[in-house]
């Protein structure tokens, strides 16, 4: 489990039970940029995913790398680096805490990411995608039902009596004579 402070400028990420934080520098917002758009494309499949590495290790900086690696267990490193690769774009903090809030690993993933491409405005409703971000939307967005729609009366048994919705009509009355 992990928690997060601000320290300055910098994300602070402490580990239970490792004595020291992780200070996270912030990058630049072009390289930023860059680190995003190349995890969004791995995640889409687009790119290896062998090069999730070398993303991660620029979120963190090659000292904080090093040091996750000597003595960080992989689950471990994984609640370190996926917080601050969130952390180095547009999100911030908040996609840090949609991490921590969903959970950590996959599940805390799953709902940064989704932060992630709400914030960037992917539409899921576009039918050529320009761009790796538009496509990973369309994976991610739920497939629309293809049948038609359904309502209450249609969902009723056959043999159900159905009760008549018009208003009954009131014969005048007879005038005597």
Do not use: C
Not at 48 to 70: F, K, W
């Amino acid at each position: 489990m992990i928690t997060t402070t601000i320290q300055g400028r910098s994300l602070a990420i402490h580990v239970d039970g490792i004595e020291e934080s992780f200070i996270i520098a912030p990058l630049g917002g072009r390289q930023g940029q860059a680190l995003t758009e190349t995890f969004l494309n791995i995640v889409a499949g687009n790119l290896s995913p062998a090069g999730m590495d070398d993303v991660l290790a620029e979120a963190v900086g090659p000292v904080v790398y090093e040091r996750i690696r000597e003595e960080l267990s992989l689950h471990e490193a994984e609640s370190v680096l996926l917080p601050a690769f969130y952390w180095q774009t547009v999100l911030g903090l908040d996609g840090v805490n949609a991490y921590i809030s969903g959970g950590e690993g996959l599940a805390g993933s799953k709902k940064a990411l989704e932060l992630l491409i709400l914030t960037l405005g992917i539409s899921p409703t576009q039918t050529a995608p320009s761009t790796a971000l538009e496509s990973l939307i369309q994976k991610l967005a739920p497939t629309p039902p293809t049948g038609r729609s359904t309502t209450t009366v249609d969902r009723l048994p056959a043999d159900k009596p159905r009760a008549n919705r018009s208003p009954k009509k009131t014969r005048p009355a007879a005038s005597p004579q």
